[in-house]
């Protein structure tokens, strides 16, 4: 049911959320000159454009929902897709949610707390009623849920629209003094740019959202690709003019001295009217939780089919034809995460985390080319680009253990590596005990949210 438009809006609404009102901070901090930030926020969208197109002839030629994980099971077998969807099901993706819904709450909250931080109980608990409301909203309609993220996709570009037309003004009226010698000063090491890559990346993520929803993609042949090629080089040529707008009122050292940089280049540029930008910002968010929730939920249906995760995860509602399981326990555990977590904690987790699967991901790509030459490529792309992508995984991947190493770096390796006990336990030597104790619960869900095995609802 998700067209074109749909897709296109799927992966701007997915990927525009909260990292670009947080993010410029952050990759500014770490090469320190207007010069090389825009270079690094324009060579993250070639990047992402690259890993996407990648996926695009993974998703034509593997026309499965789940994303990575019925890539890695055709190319390495189901170890390292138990791992992904391990990681991904516990990690990656609830932490994503939950990183999105906390920065939805901090600027919901901020115009109820002038002049000092919003508590962090109202800010945990406008992020779990957030979580709720997007878990419930896709639980009930795949429709309703498609509809959602297209009305907040419009909403966010009319915020992302109005700070890039002010640049712009602004520009055309000289104000240009903070672009002059852009490059001096600024700190190039192998290290700083990984690390500001690490940030911008961040606000790039969602490029392969399409993906873990291929099976219900019209015509994903035409559409999967188009919507990439349109959705991700829009995003990148937003993202640099937003920077270039910010650039335009703010030197680098009070955009590094902001709290919040959208709602400062606000109330700088558009006041009286600066409420404006915290309510749009409210709004991108939302967007951008909402078509994480409603692609992420998959992955744990699929995971739940393959018996890499409790069957009843693999039910579908009757009546709605939504996997209502898989998106409530999603939901659960990004509720989790919300409790202990802070965002630059949970950023750290998740991008070291998913650059792993990325790479992994598109290896694979690059061994079924020698493996599997059968199977049919309606895409297929230069061997090149994914080579390229691959390199910069691995980069992405050690330059931060090398410059900075921490312990949560080892914590998260060790937590992947865990899944190899769980695999061997619940997966190959089948231990059921799990599936059997869980049966009442499955019992119940079926009568409380009448869903059913996927086979029975195609019968």
């Known amino acids: 049911k998700v067209g074109l438009v749909s897709g296109i809006c799927m992966i701007v609404g997915t990927i525009i959320g909260s990292g670009i009102f947080v993010s410029p901070k952050s990759v500014l901090a770490n090469v320190e000159a207007v010069g090389p930030c825009l270079t690094i926020w324009a060579a993250c969208g070639v990047l992402a454009t690259l890993g996407a197109l990648c996926f695009a002839e993974l998703g034509t030629m593997i026309t499965k929902s789940g994303g990575e994980y019925p890539y890695l099971m055709e190319a390495f077998g189901p170890i390292p897709a138990f791992l992904f969807s391990w990681t991904s099901l516990l990690v990656t993706k609830p932490s994503s949610f939950a990183i999105i819904c906390l920065s939805f709450a901090e600027y919901a909250s901020a115009p109820f707390y002038p002049g000092c931080d919003p508590p962090q109980v109202v800010i945990k608990c406008l992020a779990a009623a957030a979580i709720v409301v997007i878990t419930i909203v896709n639980s009930l309609s795949v429709k309703l849920g498609s509809y959602l993220q297209n009305f907040l996709t419009a909403a966010k570009m009319i915020i992302v629209t109005i700070i890039i037309v002010s640049g712009i003004v602004l520009l055309a009226q000289g104000k240009t003094e903070n672009f002059k010698d852009s490059f001096k000063d600024s700190k190039i090491s192998v290290s700083s740019i990984s690390l500001a890559f690490y940030n911008g990346l961040w606000a790039y993520d969602g490029w392969n959202q399409l993906n873990y929803i291929t099976e219900e993609l019209k015509n994903p042949y035409r559409n999967l690709p188009l919507s990439i090629i349109i959705g991700i080089p829009l995003v990148t040529v937003c993202y640099v003019l937003i920077n270039i707008s910010y650039f335009t009122v703010m030197t680098s050292t009070e955009l590094l001295q902001s709290q919040a940089v959208a709602v400062t280049f606000g109330d700088r540029v558009l006041y009286p009217a600066s409420w404006i ?183």
């Open 277 to 459: 930008v915290p309510l749009f910002v409210v709004f991108s968010t939302l967007g951008s939780a909402n078509g994480t929730c409603f692609t992420a939920g998959r992955l744990v249906y699929v995971a739940g089919r393959e018996g890499h995760m409790l069957k009843v995860l693999s039910y579908i509602s009757v009546k709605r034809l939504t996997p209502a399981p898989a998106i409530i326990f999603y939901g659960a555990i990004a509720i989790i995460y919300i409790i202990p977590g802070d965002i630059d904690t949970l950023i750290n987790y998740f991008s070291f985390a998913v650059w792993i699967f990325y790479g992994l991901t598109i290896l694979a790509l690059i061994v079924m080319r020698f493996t599997r030459k059968e199977l049919k490529r309606p895409i297929r792309i230069p061997i090149i680009i994914p080579v390229i992508v691959t390199l910069v995984s691995v980069l992405l991947v050690l330059a931060p253990i090398i410059s900075a190493p921490e312990l949560a770096y080892l914590y998260c390796i060790l937590f992947i590596l865990s899944g190899l006990i769980v695999y061997v336990l619940f997966v190959h030597l089948k231990f059921n005990w799990p599936q059997k104790i869980s049966q009442p619960i499955t019992m119940h869900l079926q009568m409380l949210l009448e869903v059913v095995p996927e086979e029975e609802v195609t019968q």
